[in-house]
């Protein structure tokens, strides 16, 4: 019970924050150029239902001058976003009331198109601010550490074996991609979605054919590329009963109760079917091989520690870590822009992949970690602000497009054409928000 609270608090403090991020983007834009804001909201007040309010309530009572100020801001009831309600535009909230008298000077749509622009996309913008300051602040307290791909082999999964894949293989790139983290070689696959993979076999160069209807199956299949990990002994546990045994720093084991290892993977099955058995497990010493009878305890291990593969380390200082925000948060734009393009194509099935509320709590960890955190709210502002970007006639993009429009033709759309595509644009975020919830039901009853 306490993990589940722990992850739903995580999510409402992330939801909060950048709705709240999102939202203060169109505020500031709106009043730099002098627009009335009405409203400013955590959460939807569907039928005016408000948790908190500075123009009644408690609030009210306290700082009663509150009801004078232009703005109200507040927190709704409906946890599915926020708003900040702008005079004179045709936003989610659907009033159209303004449309039945003239333009006012503090109004949206009296301002210049290249106005209009900005006060549409400062919410984007922020979200990637944001996301930058995040990624600053992660590599300047903790700097980046990730495992290559140069150097180290796979260790296959059923999948990655019907593709053409095998254990040992090292990915050298995808067509002309060079992948650089080996833990992003299977999101890469997805991302570039290339004719061929090059792959390191023993001392051979040997090109995979990829089968494209097969993309699907890498963006639902997780752990296609598993490091293959070498059993190599980088030493062993104190207390353990086999600590007394002449095993030495750098053994490789090469054999367990009769069977071949070549990594530490295909010892696992072969321990767990002689827990609580001793066995004899054969080492190679350099050009020597050494042999022991070792326990193996109940939960099916030697209590050997690995060694560990070489890890690429970078540290930031303040100003150093400011440009490095900048490259990782473009970076991840890229990426996630490649996400969208595989989930608007259909043969690859990738809209199954497609989560709500459900699967972003999946992804926050079970104890509090301000690393993981500040590192899950950087992407999800990415994520928010790009799918604002994507040309629906509710969200930012879609706004941005007609104002374009506009500044091209010479032309500004009817009121009446805003709203008609105002709202097929809800029709198609609720269908959205349906596949998502629909995607998040199917996996938790599989």
């Known amino acids: 019970m306490t993990v589940v609270l722990i992850k739903i608090a995580q999510v409402i403090l992330a939801l909060g924050i950048l709705i709240v991020v999102h939202e203060f983007g169109h505020f500031f834009f709106a009043k730099i150029f002098g627009i009335r804001v009405d409203k400013f909201f955590l959460f939807f007040d569907a039928g005016d239902i408000k948790l908190f309010s500075t123009k009644s309530g408690w609030f009210a009572k306290i700082f009663p001058k509150a009801k004078e100020w232009e703005t109200e801001y507040g927190i709704g009831w409906l946890p599915f976003g926020g708003y900040c309600k702008i005079a004179g535009m045709i936003d989610e909230s659907m009033d159209t009331e303004h449309l039945k008298t003239e333009p006012q000077p503090w109004e949206f749509r009296s301002k210049p198109a290249w106005k209009r622009i900005f006060v549409m996309a400062g919410g984007v913008l922020f979200n990637f601010i944001f996301a930058i300051l995040m990624y600053s602040t992660i590599l300047n307290i903790w700097g980046e550490s990730y495992l290559p791909a140069e150097g180290n082999k796979i260790y296959a999964n059923a999948l990655a074996q019907d593709m053409g894949f095998r254990t040992g293989d090292e990915i050298l790139r995808y067509d002309e991609y060079v992948p650089e983290n080996f833990s992003l070689l299977q999101a890469d696959l997805a991302r570039q979605t290339p004719d061929k993979a090059t792959v390191l076999r023993g001392k051979d160069t040997i090109n995979i054919y990829i089968d494209h209807s097969m993309i699907g199956k890498v963006l639902n299949t997780p752990g296609m590329f598993d490091l293959a990990f070498p059993f190599k002994v980088g030493s ?153 970007l994507l040309p629906i006639p509710a969200l930012d993009g879609g706004h941005i497009v007609f104002t374009l429009y506009e500044m091209i033709t010479g032309r500004k759309p009817s009121d009446r054409f805003l709203y008609v595509m105002q709202m097929i644009g809800m029709i198609l975020v609720f269908g959205l928000m349906i596949l998502a919830f629909g995607n998040d039901i199917g996996r938790l009853l599989r």
Do not use: C, H
Request: proline share 5%.
């Open 236 to 388: 062993v546990a104190e207390g353990n009963p086999n600590a007394g045994l002449d095993i030495r720093k750098g053994d490789q084991v090469i054999n367990v109760a009769g069977q071949d290892v070549t990594y530490v993977q295909d010892a696992w099955p072969i321990l767990e079917n002689n827990a609580g058995e001793t066995v004899p497990v054969s080492f190679l010493r350099g050009s020597d091989t050494v042999t022991f009878n070792m326990a193996v305890d109940t939960t099916g291990k030697l209590g050997i520690l690995l060694m560990q593969p070489e890890i690429k380390s970078y540290e930031y200082t303040f100003l150093s870590s400011i440009p490095a925000g900048f490259r990782k948060t473009f970076s991840t734009i890229g990426g996630y822009i490649q996400d969208l393009k595989l989930v608007a194509t259909p043969s690859t099935e990738a809209y199954k992949s497609v989560g709500s509320f459900i699967a972003i709590g999946q992804i926050f960890p079970s104890v509090w970690d301000w690393y993981s955190f500040l590192s899950i709210i950087a992407l999800l502002s990415i994520m928010l602000g790009v799918m604002n």
